[in-house]
């Protein structure tokens, strides 16, 4: 099979011989091939595969610019037809266009390659595992394989290039009572024992939540929020909390942290850290960010992503954030609570795994809805009581961040991005768990 | 294209029980004004093909872009291979009664045909319609945006379905932020995507609306915030179409009662037993599957799986009758469903997926339903929406909402939400609006399954009146 940077070197040669001399043309490619497994009751409910590439042409003629995106495949004939049919469009098209008083000249920021290989399993070996450990479990969940690239290049001579081989099986398993945990087993070295050490650990879980369900009223709870919990209220950063374009807008949702009126906890530290390794540092202008850059420090605004559309329009000095200017790769502190003195610290309150569809009550005040989901506890005097019945919070940043937290635990865990709307996304978060008290619940 | 799809399909090789390859191609144009300048243009365009195959009981389906006899080959081949791998853990053994042979052709029914739009003409009506809304003092940010897609979706199989179906579709917005002090509201049209043409883009009619929505986001910066209390509520079809989407369209999703979605989007707290039995909602209330709505966003003549589309109703008189589940769905689980099952393009395989979901009109005007109200708020335009994993308790918030006081509107409110458990809430539906308040609404990003699916949806939706909802605004 040709490699995908084969057919994006290619495509990418033959438009950039194609531009007359006032035309710059920026690329961004992402290519895939994966196979997936999705499983119910620990059988096949449905398995598919794609092969699939973007290309997306920018095409920049002044101070005016359009772009389009086609789909790609291995097909030399069928993408050159392609690549060329989209390119006179644009050169047709752009021309006609008002000029764009915020675009900011396309510029060569260098040339990069990262090629991270693994070994993956192949489906018969993830399906033989099911079958021959998992029949007795009732697993629902998705497996999926396969190296997924992304590259950006322009006509001034930039070019990066990023790959990543990786496979992730992420699955809940549900008790007799119908009560669930969730688990992941991902990485890029599979290895059928890990696989069954992270379901075993889930399945120890999964015990107590077959106790008797504690139903809890409405009120405010002490909590520990375990990474993974963690992790989506960091998810709604990325609705414009660290935007210098959405707060110059009013559209932020820190704006009282970013307008200096209001802080978070001195415990509290925020870093965009690309050591993670799960995405790469270009943007889609093949602009290259920072391997670190601290957002927030010790509860203090210390910087906001700037793209250079925002910093064009706003007199800003740009950071090389990407267009949408959210968190990439974020990474919270630690702190001191150590594993073993969360149940005894926590003490009477809420244990909660994870959370589960988090909307705004309030945007431009931080205030933030959401339901328990997944291995959510009720603990007295630091022990274990039994699962609870699914309540709702509604509770502000600035408390969850801020005025209610506690503390930090002195581990961190990863959540490697596992969405796939049109294509396998990259990136990922890390963090620590939580101990806040007073957490608001309202339903 | 039907004739070259039929010639590829007869030029396979393969010992497979069925095969069906399903063409499409869709092009959308996303085109962006702000404050009174140009602001984004992008185009996309998807095309590739699925192909599925039948093996001993066991579909695989397998995505390509090479288009090429070469290209389909390869995936054919491939999807019998992953076939042969899942056989020995299939779910459900299927045949070929779950892929009928029909065959027919659909058309969005269109006024003015997108094409006769000129980028630069799209652009220029953005752009006026962002100096329109802007022009208060107050105003930090106008925009407005218009997403027009083309979709043609083709299928063929060896059993002989041929079908063709062509859909133009526009989502569109108008924004405006308003800012005073620390004060910062934002009120729009509300996300609207329809089957229609270039009609859509009517400068004329769209100025009214953008005056309006920059003068109400002025005015909910001295407004007074949403009182906290259980009172009666009214909500518009801009804001009730997501709350029958949730709370209506989502737990009546027969994948999801029978469980492929719990690692996902979630279960159900709607279990078999209940269809035919469980009192969903008031007497007043009757929901429909309804396809055939001319002009609504998910109206079809097939699903994915080449089952001819339908209106039903799911919901009749309170009483829950039948389920969201396509043909594959009502063979696993012997329940009652409708034509669903859809695909969000050429990369992923079908499943059970909302379509048009309706609640039916019924008798009143919204002024009887203003004036029936002692004490009560209206609340307009959705801003926000979350719910559990079973579909039960939600809370949405509105853009705008006003004080209903002896039976008259009395004020404006800002920063309203409201909370709830599904069926409680429908039990307390005490008015139904009439024709005259049924507007279609859609929107084109229904997120669900593994690997995850964004889809277009639709709902039309008179005004409807609940009791006794408890309401709460902002801040804290
Ligand atoms: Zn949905």
Redesign the pocket.
């Known amino acids: 099979m040709t490699p995908w940077e084969e057919v994006f070197d290619e495509v990418a040669e033959l438009a950039f011989s194609r531009l007359g001399s006032d035309e710059v043309l920026n690329l961004n490619f992402c290519a895939e091939d994966t196979r997936f497994l999705r499983f119910n009751r620990s059988r096949v409910r449905q398995v598919s595969a794609v092969a699939q590439a973007t290309l997306e042409l920018e095409l920049v003629i002044g101070q005016k610019h359009e772009s389009h995106t086609i789909n790609l495949s291995r097909n030399s004939a069928l993408n050159r037809a392609a690549v060329l049919d989209t390119l006179g469009t644009l050169q047709a098209v752009v021309p006609t266009l008002p000029d764009d008083p915020y675009v900011s000249a396309l510029e060569h920021h260098g040339t990069s390659r990262v090629v991270n290989t693994g070994q993956l399993p192949a489906p018969e070996d993830v399906l033989a595992f099911v079958a021959a450990e998992l029949q007795d479990i009732d697993l629902a969940g998705l497996f999926m394989a396969g190296p997924v690239h992304r590259a950006n290049a322009n006509s001034l001579g930039q070019r990066h290039w990023f790959s990543a081989s990786s496979f992730v099986f992420d699955y809940s398993l549900y008790s007799a009572r119908q009560k669930a945990v969730k688990g992941a087993y991902g990485g890029a070295d599979f290895d059928p024992a890990t696989l069954r050490a992270v379901i075993g650990d889930s399945l120890q879980a999964l015990e107590v939540m077959d106790r008797e369900r504690k139903v809890l009223a409405p009120g405010k709870y002490r909590c520990y929020l375990a990474p993974a919990a963690v992790h989506e209220i960091m998810g709604m950063l990325n609705w414009h909390a660290l935007s210098a374009g959405a707060h110059r807008r009013g559209e932020c949702s820190l704006t009282e942290l970013v307008d200096g009126t209001r802080m978070l906890s001195p415990k509290f530290t925020l870093d965009e850290d690309y050591s993670l390794g799960l995405s790469p540092r270009f943007n889609e202008r093949g602009e290259v960010f920072a391997e670190k850059l601290p957002l927030i420090v010790d509860g203090r605004l210390e910087n906001l992503f700037v793209s250079s559309q925002t910093a064009k329009e706003y007199g800003l000095p740009s950071n090389f954030a990407s267009e949408d200017e959210a968190p990439r790769s974020p990474v919270i502190a630690t702190g001191t609570l150590a594993r073993q003195d969360i149940l005894s610290e926590l003490d009477t309150g809420l244990y909660l795994s994870n959370l589960h569809y988090l909307n705004w009550s309030d945007k431009t005040r931080g205030r933030v809805t959401g339901m328990t989901r997944f291995g959510c506890l009720w603990v007295e005097n630091g022990e274990v009581v039994g699962p609870i019945a699914d309540l709702r919070f509604d509770e502000t940043l600035y408390h969850l961040f801020g005025t209610g937290l506690l503390e930090l635990t002195d581990f961190t865990e990863s959540h490697v991005e596992v969405m796939t709307y049109d294509q396998r996304h990259v990136g990922g978060k890390r963090a620590p768990g939580m101990l806040v008290q007073d957490m608001s619940f309202t339903l | 294209m039907t004739f070259s799809l039929t010639r590829a399909l007869d030029k396979l090789s393969h010992d497979a029980d069925w095969v069906g390859i399903r063409h499409y191609r869709e092009q959308t144009a996303f085109r962006m004004a702000r404050n009174g300048q140009v602001g984004r243009n992008t185009t996309q365009t998807q095309d590739g093909m699925m192909v599925e195959v039948l093996k001993d009981g066991q579909f695989a389906y397998v995505g390509t872009s090479d288009l090429s006899q070469a290209g389909l080959q390869a995936a054919c081949d491939q999807a019998l291979s992953l076939c042969r791998a899942a056989t020995r853990l299939n779910l459900f053994p299927f045949d070929t009664s779950v892929r009928p042979n029909e065959s027919g052709e659909y058309v969005s029914p269109v006024d003015q045909p997108l094409d006769e739009l000129s980028p630069r003409e799209i652009q220029a009506r953005l752009i006026e319609l962002t100096t329109r809304l802007k022009a208060h003092e107050r105003i930090i940010e106008a925009s407005a945006w218009a997403m027009l897609t083309q979709t043609r979706i083709a299928f063929a199989s060896t059993g002989g379905a041929r079908w063709v179906q062509d859909f133009s579709i526009v989502t569109r917005d108008l924004i405006a932020t308003a800012k005073r002090d620390t004060e910062i509201q934002r009120r729009s049209l509300g996300m609207q995507g329809r089957q229609w043409g270039a009609e859509s883009l009517e400068l004329d009619t769209l100025l009214i609306e953008a005056d309006r929505i920059r003068e109400q986001a002025v005015e909910l910066l001295s407004a007074a915030e949403c009182p906290t209390e259980t009172t009666d509520l009214i909500l518009m079809p801009d804001q009730l179409y997501l709350q029958v989407?949730?709370s209506i369209?989502?737990p009546l999703e027969l994948d999801r009662i029978l469980g492929d979605e719990r690692n996902y989007a979630g279960w159900s707290f709607v279990s078999p037993e209940d269809f035919g039995r469980l009192r969903f909602g008031s007497e007043l209330l009757n929901v429909s599957f309804d396809p055939t709505l001319p002009g609504e966003m998910a109206s079809y003549a097939f699903d994915d799986n080449g089952v001819r589309a339908n209106k039903a109703l799911l919901i009749e008189q309170g009483i829950l009758k039948r389920g969201i589940g396509g043909i594959e769905s009502q063979t696993r689980s012997g329940l009652p469903g409708v034509s669903c099952a859809r695909s969000a393009s050429w990369n992923r395989p079908p499943l059970d997926r909302?379509a048009n979901i309706n609640i039916e009109p019924g008798e009143s005007s919204l002024a009887d339903i203003i004036a029936a109200t002692e004490r009560g708020i209206l609340m307009h335009t959705n801003r926000s929406w979350s719910i559990d994993d079973y579909r039960n308790k939600f809370q949405f918030g509105c853009e705008y909402a006003q004080l209903i006081e002896d039976g008259t509107l009395t004020g404006t409110l800002r920063n309203p939400n409201y909370r709830g458990a599904t069926v409680p809430f429908w039990n307390s539906l005490t008015h139904v609006g009439n024709a005259d308040t049924f507007e279609a609404w859609g929107s084109p990003y229904?997120?669900?399954a593994e690997p995850n699916q964004a889809i277009r949806?639709g709902h039309a939706i008179p005004v409807c009146k609940f009791r006794g909802i408890e309401v709460f605004g902002g801040a804290q």
Do not use: A, D, P, R
Request: charged residues 20%.
């Open positions: 989407h949730e369209g989502h909302m229904c997120g669900k949806v």
